[in-house]
């Protein structure tokens, strides 16, 4: 009588970790526990009779039967993956999980979403708000948003997108009395800015040869919709830190009252983990990449 095969996810588990020599890393490749892949594993070696991994300190090693096991079923996993992709060519794409700050999900992603299903209609695109970057150890986030200047540790980071930081305000407030003629005429109006980070507004005075003055009052929102939003509703002259106010002056509600500008170190970051190889996290990654360039011609 043949010898019965061992499960399907106990040999993925176990060529995924042999790949990596991380459970930790084969776990978040194959969307599953770093438990459950140690599990699985131990259960292809008491299948199988022999010890495939030396557990160490610091991750794994293989064993000379684990090594000789990996070489062999890799080209039968590589036939399998292959006959799947010939048979379902449009189920490749597989669920992605996008973590990005409100503003930037509302003013800039929301807009092109239907863009990129069009596109990709096999990836499942799954989104999330965070406040700051998330914890490389969060299992539920397979790439990311965030500015500032990094590094931030667990996660490569690539430049999305650079900052312009400018005074904008409504077209009335502009025009009316006091009015906004001269950048010495901030002080006579609120300054519209952001909870966090705080000091843009400070910068921005000191790159346009302004002294320091006391505004008439300074409020700060939690995020930039908020920011945009109060400032086209004329409650006063808001900085505007990237290309996320471009509808607002596309569409009249903002204006920008002087030329001056300054592009600060932040920017935004598209975080992704060093080891990902998914197919499908590629295409947002790229995706991304090329929509956040296109918008900033």
């Known amino acids: 009588m043949p010898a019965r095969l061992p499960p399907l996810g106990a040999i993925e588990a176990f060529a995924a970790a042999a790949r990596t020599l991380s459970f930790t890393d084969a776990a978040r490749e194959l969307n ?8 699985r594993v131990a259960h292809l070696e008491h299948t199988l009779g022999v010890a495939l991994f ?12 684990g090594e000789a096991y990996a070489a062999s079923i890799a080209p039968a ?8 992709a010939s048979l379902a060519p449009a189920a490749r794409g597989g669920t992605v999980r996008l973590a990005a700050l409100p503003s930037f999900t509302a003013l800039w992603l929301f807009p092109r979403l239907t863009a990129f299903e069009a596109a990709h209609p096999a990836v499942d695109l799954r989104l999330t708000t965070i406040a700051r970057a998330p914890d490389a150890t969060r299992e539920d986030v397979d790439l990311a948003i ?33 009015g ?16 966090q980070p705080r000091g ?9 040869g302004l002294p320091p003055f006391p505004p008439r009052r300074h409020l700060r929102f939690d995020g930039l919709h908020l920011l945009y939003e109060a400032a086209a509703s004329g409650l006063g002259v808001a900085l505007a830190f990237d290309d996320l106010v471009a ?3 596309a569409d009249g509600r903002l204006v ?19 080891r990902e190889r998914r197919r499908s996290v590629r295409l947002v990654r790229d995706w991304l990449m090329r929509a956040t360039h296109a918008s900033m011609r």
């Open 146 to 178: 965030a500015v500032g200047t990094g590094p931030w540790r667990g996660w490569m980071s690539e430049r999305l997108m650079a900052m312009r930081c400018r005074p904008v305000c409504a077209p009335a407030l502009r025009d009316g009395k006091p």
């Open 77 to 84: 996993l590589e036939q399998l993956r292959a006959a799947g």
């Open 54 to 65: 030396h557990r160490v300190t610091r991750g794994l090693r293989l064993t000379t039967a």
């Open 256 to 274: 920008e009252p002087f030329a001056h500008s300054f592009v600060p170190d932040e920017a935004y970051y598209l975080l992704a983990r060093p």
């Open 180 to 195: 906004l003629r001269t950048p010495a005429d901030l002080e006579h109006h609120t300054l519209l800015g952001v909870s």
């Open 200 to 208: 843009f507004w400070r910068r921005w005075c000191r790159e346009a």
């Open 247 to 249: 509808p607002y002056l």
């Open 32 to 39: 599953l526990t770093a438990s459950a892949v140690s599990r």
